[in-house]
């Protein structure tokens, strides 16, 4: 912002008084985006890296120490063929070492070999179905924080009115009808029985809609939920009075001002809903017939091929890390008292 | 002491008449122990069993003498979808169960006990948290043979987490205050002061959270149930008669729709009854709303 300083102030007192703001500017960087980088890299050391490192111990110990050969399967094997196969894989080493060679793999992007579709690498599976699953999934986080917050923000304007009802009766409904039980319902009525809309497939844009509402609604429900609540709070609060003494219009007051604290048990939500909406997205691509992980990890599982699984875990471990830091990133930004809170702890 | 007693007991009684004022958590309640009583009782009465096969009646609309039809077997759907709920049922309980076990001893404990433990305790939860459990689970199934016991288990072992955070919140709340130090100068041990006289005071807040836990395992059994991942036919389940179901849902749609319908009554009980239980319970929150 430019300060129209010269109209009324001498040269001097304009020079000390854009120092000042620049001292102002300085000290507002200092107490405000430094610590936030600060904490995002404390995070990430001290919460991402060993969270991972045990998830990867967890799993790849449950497998390797499982009973039975992951090569165990209808047909009986001879004992030379395991033997050869458990070298083939890698298999007949200390577990520890294998641990060892596996981590080292993955941090190359190497995550072994599929066992049941021999000749492809869990990597070209999975690299050909995430990109799928990654948009659905963004899709419907989308679809849940536009028609969760207006919900949420709607209910919280006039609690115990018509629309708080309204917003809460369909927030209720979609916290009771699961993604599983919506797809189907949805497919039905628009793709078979009125035919507006597609249930196969993943090209054109209308493809997206029904596997979008099947699978966001769950969290659009819960985000209303908590953002009428979080609303709630905030706007009982003092410097909402103080908001709405000065004369704000109630579209300043909420928007501009209560959002940033009502929000955030909804930014809390979004770490857990992101994991949700990643093995939700599972069934939503069973039902619609769309090519994303959900059709790697669910045969995989039900074959028994461990390595592909084992990648899947440590993909979708890898990725809510992520999104959990930069939840927490976010959170610490909007509320200085947890980044405070955090750092001391 | 006395007077302490005094008011949590009229404090519990008072909850109940909340409750029990509150038409939806009552209807909620009933509605649940209707299910309940139906999927446990009902199969007993029906006349046919849920693996009976008769492929002369196969696929029949809902009549009077299939009240929700059959299947492409010919097996009655009612009977399925109430064996289905016994299942559901069943795992709820028990996964409930387990986590109920784990996370209050480890909340209570790491609360009590306080300092360098409670420090390390909670690092760990903070970790386990960040960790894709529906994916430990689904990697459980793939390592291990499937059977029902060890998704219960596995299941309850997921969902202890939060517990953990809040009996340990409220432990730590509690233990400074007079009548634990009464039992501290009484001499009682720490396991005895934790599992007797603090533990029980946060049950108000252990039975909201388990109307919460209850809905995510039984969500979670009939999302791996769907998946093929769950429980294996003959046997069924709420989420496998929904897949099942859903390959037929153009020319046969109640195949479909009653077992929903059956997750969805109940989920609708549970949270209804959960949201009376947490205002009865919680007269801060019940005075805002």
Known sequence: MVLPLAKYFSDDQCKLLTDFKADLDESLYARQVAPVIRFFFYRLLFQAVPTLLVLTLLSFMLVRLAPGSPFASEKELSAQTLENLNRAYGLDQPVPVQYVRYLGGVLQGDLGPSLTKPGYSVRELIASALPVSLELGLLALLYALVVGLSLGVLAAIRPNGWGDHFAMSLALLGICIPGFVLGPLLALAFGLKLEWLPVMGWDSPADRILPVISLGSIYAAYIARLARGGMLEELSKDYIRTARAKGLSETRVILGHALRGGIQPVISLLGPAAAGLLTGAFVVEVIFNIPGMGRVIVPAAQNRDQFLVLGCVLLFGGLMVLFNTLVDVVLAWLNPRIRLHKESA | ?289
């Open chain 2, 1 to 289: 002491m006395k007077n302490r007693n005094l008011r949590s007991y009229s404090l519990g009684a008072d909850a109940w008449r909340r409750l029990l004022r509150n038409r939806a958590a009552v209807s909620g309640l009933v509605l649940l122990i209707l299910m309940v009583l139906a999927c446990v009782a009902g199969p007993w009465f029906s006349a046919y069993t849920f693996e009976e096969m008769d492929l002369f009646s196969a696929n029949e609309a809902p009549s009077a003498k299939h009240w929700f039809g059959t299947d492409e077997l010919g097996r009655d759907l009612m009977t399925r979808t109430l064996v289905g709920g016994r299942i559901s049922f069943a795992v709820a309980l028990a996964a409930t169960l387990v986590s109920l076990l784990i996370g209050v001893t480890y909340g209570g404990v790491s609360g009590y006990v306080g300092g360098r433990l409670d420090t390390l305790m909670m690092r760990i939860v903070d970790v386990l948290y960040a960790l894709p459990f529906t994916l430990l689970v689904i990697l459980l199934i793939t390592v291990f043979e499937r059977n029902l016991m060890l998704l219960f288990i596995a299941i309850g072992a997921v969902e202890w987490l939060t517990m953990a955070r809040i009996v340990r919140g409220q432990v730590m709340g509690l233990r400074h205050q007079e009548f634990i130090e009464a039992c501290q100068v009484l001499g009682y041990s720490q396991a005895r002061i934790l599992f007797r006289h603090l533990l029980p005071n946060v049950l108000g807040t252990v039975i909201i959270y388990v109307t919460l836990t209850i809905p995510s395992v039984m969500l979670l059994e009939a999302f791996l149930s769907f998946l093929g991942l769950g429980v294996q036919p003959p046997m069924s389940s709420w989420g496998s008669l929904i897949e099942d179901g859903r390959g037929a849902m153009e020319d046969f749609p109640w195949l479909m729709i009653f077992p929903g319908l059956a997750l969805f009554v109940t989920l609708l009980a549970l949270n209804f009854l959960g949201d009376g239980l947490r205002d009865a319970l919680d007269p801060r929150r019940g005075g805002e709303s």
